[in-house]
């Protein structure tokens, strides 16, 4: 099964919905089961001790979690965060994207679920790990 | 057992710390055991369907928490959120301030825990509540 | 609005329902917002150190916020756990009940949430903290 | 570098130290960084409908973080869930062995966390997926 909507529709999906934000986030990657997205990291996204907030970590997982939905459902619905779960393990370096790795663990009709890990490009470690529920909305 | 900081106190620690957001929160009310935190609303918190974001709530959230904690133990310790679990359960106004009211459920020596009902002002019914994990460096 | 199920009518419906762990808990209270619930400690809930083990407390809290959505809608809604956080804070003594303290945060068509606190009965402190997400399935 | 307790161990750690309930689990394979472990489903696991039970699956999850957390610091820590957040996504058939699969996310000195699916055995849908932290008591 293809996805509905492929990187360069979900960027542009970003621009025409989240005016405000779209150009923090890069779609790298988008399939059936996962997505990769980038933060890219500003003054604002910042904390004392040169390092990115958690509120910054938490929004890159919460739109990774939405467009890995979207691309699956398409972009018609009004898909929302209904619970979060994040553990923050280590700190990221100020001077490197950030990237949401996510995973489709549940597409139901009414309930998704979605798994992120974030790491600093180019490196290995886990910094933050989420898990992330959608409520999606009934067709009609 | 007093507070180590008052909402002024915690105010200022706020300007000289995160000079990028101190103008977002409101430090009303803090003891032993509570605080009250309110997010100024303005344009780069809100969202289409004019609500308030998710990571807004989030991060006011997670500063309240960190208030709370600061106020029993004093400015000096660099304490960071480890875990935060977060249910959204009510799409906020967008022409009301919001207000976190914190709970502090335990402060260890190693660990706390807060638990944060988000609320309207004025309006009673909780739109998000979170509990949030924040480790404390050892003295030394 | 009245609750639509007493504490009798939920200890009938826990002795139908779950013929295999009914004896382990006692309706103590319940109301439109909130319940108490108690888990009779007994060999089986227990862990090395004389404690309550954490399966046991998770278990607790689950059936707290059942009883307490059920109390609310009837016992004829399938209702199923969709997500629960859990935050473990102190070692209950094991010759105490431990008594979970629900409260309904929201009661939605889909979805409900309650926030449950344990304590070991007469003892104010928080031994653990929940969230936990019920699906209520559509009627039909 | 090599895992401080093989399966074997573990399991001899298990029968020692948690007589009640170690015959419900089988420690299948464990390495530095993941785990298998199945529980072996039977009466009281079970809920109506023909399905594992909730506390069941957070149980198992609790044990498998555990295992494999002792995996690599060996036998003498006394380890303790701090946290734990779980999505129930689908049901269990009532019939095969549950195996939860780990993935160790930070070892830290103070705090570990684990990630964990839960499956039928030979299925590889996701039933449940939880992530959990331990609190490491400090060497001495």
């Given at each position: 099964?293809?996805?509905?909507?492929?990187?360069?529709?979900?960027?542009?999906?970003?621009?025409?919905?989240?005016?405000?934000?779209?150009?923090d986030?890069?779609?790298?990657?988008?399939?059936?089961?996962?997505c990769?997205?980038?933060?890219?990291?500003?003054?604002?996204?910042?904390?004392?001790?040169?390092?990115?907030?958690?509120?910054?970590?938490?929004?890159?997982?919460?739109?990774?979690?939405?467009?890995?939905?979207?691309?699956?459902?398409?972009?018609?619905?009004?898909?929302?965060?209904?619970?979060?779960?994040?553990d923050?393990?280590?700190?990221?370096?100020a001077?490197?994207?950030?990237?949401?790795?996510?995973?489709?663990l549940?597409?139901?009709?009414?309930?998704?679920?979605?798994?992120?890990?974030?790491?600093?490009?180019?490196?290995?470690?886990?910094?933050?790990?989420?898990?992330?529920?959608?409520?999606?909305?009934?067709k009609?």
């Open positions: 099964m293809a996805v509905q909507m492929n990187p360069d529709q979900l960027t542009q999906f970003l621009v025409e919905v989240f005016p405000q934000v779209h150009e986030f890069d779609v790298m990657a988008v399939d059936e089961q996962t990769e997205i980038a933060l890219n990291v500003s003054e604002r996204h910042l904390r004392p001790g040169n390092t990115v907030s958690g509120p910054s970590m938490f929004g890159l997982a919460d739109v990774a979690a939405y467009l890995l939905i979207l691309a699956q459902i398409g972009p018609k619905a009004l898909a929302v965060t209904t619970n979060c779960s994040i923050f393990m280590r700190k990221p370096a001077d490197k994207r950030i990237v949401a790795h996510g995973e489709l549940k597409l139901g009709r009414a309930l998704a679920v979605v798994s992120v890990k974030i790491k600093s490009e180019g490196d290995p470690r886990v910094l933050a790990a989420a898990q992330l529920t959608y409520s999606i909305p009934p009609g």
